[in-house]
């Protein structure tokens, strides 16, 4: 099966910019790991403005929300946070 891309929003990018460096390689294990089962559901379910329903991955100190587009191999990362104490 030929790899899905990943397609961060704006606000996702960010957030993984601005995280130190060891976060950035936990978010990197994190974020191959979804690309390696596209199909799988989240730990949780939303629906979004547009009415999609986005799947939300809790893995360690972050929270991944994201929509898979099957017909163009992507992951659609929206959200990127982190776990507050």
Same mark, same amino acid.
């Given at each position: 099966? /030929? %790899?899905y891309a990943l397609v961060l929003s704006e606000p996702a990018a960010m957030m993984l910019a601005t995280a130190t460096r060891a976060e950035q390689r936990r978010? %990197?294990?994190i974020l191959d790991q979804m690309k390696a089962d596209p199909f799988r559901q989240g730990d949780? =379910?939303?629906s979004? %403005?547009?009415? =999609?329903i986005n !799947? *939300? *991955?809790? %893995? /360690? !100190? &972050?929270?991944?929300?994201? &929509?898979p587009d099957h017909a163009v191999r992507e992951l =659609? *990362?929206? =959200?990127l946070e982190q776990v507050e104490d």
């Open positions: 099966m /030929d %790899a978010l %990197a294990v949780l =379910r939303e979004d %403005a547009q009415g =999609r !799947e *939300i *991955i809790v %893995a /360690d !100190e &972050w929270i991944v929300t994201y &929509w =659609r *990362i929206m =959200r």
